[in-house]
């Protein structure tokens, strides 16, 4: 979250492989559906994460016990590919809401700043690639409540948005981030019981969790680009988290955008399962195991695949994965470092392995880009 000698040459190949990304990836303004992409690895690479809110607190007695220190942040370091042909890479920095210790009163706000830089890849030849722009900007955060409002960086002039830069015959533009993520709150005596539903080889299966926390959308505004197949979406809907496993499981996330005059509808569902390694509290090592469904009402199975899941518990056939569905699956792997002698988590090593079933660059795209915004609340134990 740089003028050289050769400034006509590199403009007109960084122009060049703008044009090609927009030229292979999209579709024909004729056509009535965009391209479905089937392949591995369409969100790939790491994220370094240091806590820094966890290894060093406050010992001036000044803030509310168990705080971290005053100007401790914690940092999250990306390089990741999305459809194989952007890459975003640099810095997210959250710093935490602070209070005293005797009135409460905020002895330090809530943020989160990015620092990405954007580079497109010429899907002829992966091996060009150009910075064309950065996504940037701060949110501010109300601990308390759990609530990332993104477009309140505008009043420190600082607000979330794409910045894409001029590059030959390439425009530039700048578009902004907006609306509510309600994250984990700090109080959790609210959580309460869920139960989900789902159809899964023409049977319905149910799970319910005890101690649910959600992770709501309300009227997100993803920022287009970095080039014009990506558009401005809206996003609402719910992201559970289930305390008791560590699994995020939603009913329902909808993406709304528009693609060559026509109105799309996107509902992803479906469940984030988290996998532990049996040596974790030595190791640090588990996985988050992905089966997010898009659209899946509009896409059922033809009946009479029922037996696939047949002698299955409700719970195992729940996080089966149904490839005849559109969906995002693979993973997301974990390598946790601890505080010495504890089991806080003080880093994270994260490798994302995320693969594509009949699924569109803009669904790729939307859902890399809200989970990027979510990257708090996301890691955040």
Do not use: H
């Amino acid at each position: 979250m740089k003028l050289r000698p050769n400034y006509l040459r590199s403009n007109y190949l960084a122009a060049s492989l703008v044009l090609a990304l927009a030229a292979a990836a999209p579709f024909a303004a004729a056509q009535d559906a965009p391209p479905l992409i089937t392949e591995n690895n369409v969100i790939a690479g790491t994220i370094n994460i240091d806590f820094g809110t966890r290894t060093n607190l406050d010992t001036s007695g000044d803030l509310k016990k168990d705080s971290a220190a005053l100007g401790a942040k914690d940092s999250y370091k990306l390089n990741l590919t999305v459809a194989k042909t952007t890459e975003y890479s640099g810095e997210v920095i959250r710093q935490p809401k602070l209070y005293s210790s005797i009135l409460g009163r905020t002895k330090q706000d809530g943020r989160l700043y990015y620092n990405l830089n954007i580079a497109v890849m010429n899907p002829k030849d992966l091996s060009q690639k150009r910075v064309v722009g950065k996504w940037v900007g701060e949110v501010p955060l109300d601990t308390k409540s759990g609530a990332y409002d993104l477009s309140a960086g505008r009043a420190n002039e600082t607000p979330l948005r794409v910045a894409i830069d001029a590059v030959g015959q390439a425009q530039a533009f700048t578009d902004p981030f907006a609306g509510k993520l309600i994250g984990k709150p700090e109080k959790k005596e609210a959580l309460g019981s869920m139960l989900y539903k789902r159809v899964v080889g023409g049977k319905e299966v149910t799970l319910q969790i005890k101690k649910a926390d959600p992770m709501t959308f309300q009227g997100i505004e993803l920022a287009k680009g970095p080039v014009g197949i990506y558009p401005r979406t809206t996003v609402n809907g719910r992201l559970d988290f289930d305390y008791e496993t560590s699994n995020y499981l939603t009913d329902g996330i909808t993406f709304n955008y528009t693609v060559n005059g026509k109105e799309i509808n996107d509902k992803i569902t479906g469940s984030i399962k988290w996998v532990e390694d049996a040596n974790y509290k030595t190791n640090g090592k588990g996985y988050y195991d992905f089966n997010l469904r898009f659209n899946e009402e509009k896409n059922k199975p033809a009946q009479g695949e029922g037996a696939a899941f047949e002698g299955q518990s409700d719970e195992a056939a729940f996080f089966s994965v149904d490839n005849a569905i559109p969906c995002l699956t693979g993973t997301i792997e974990y390598v946790d470092t601890f505080k010495p002698g504890e089991e806080t988590v003080a880093a994270s090593k994260v490798t994302y392995k995320l693969n594509a079933n009949k699924l569109t660059r803009q669904q790729i795209v939307n859902f890399f880009k809200l989970w990027v915004v979510a990257i708090g609340p996301t890691n955040d134990d």
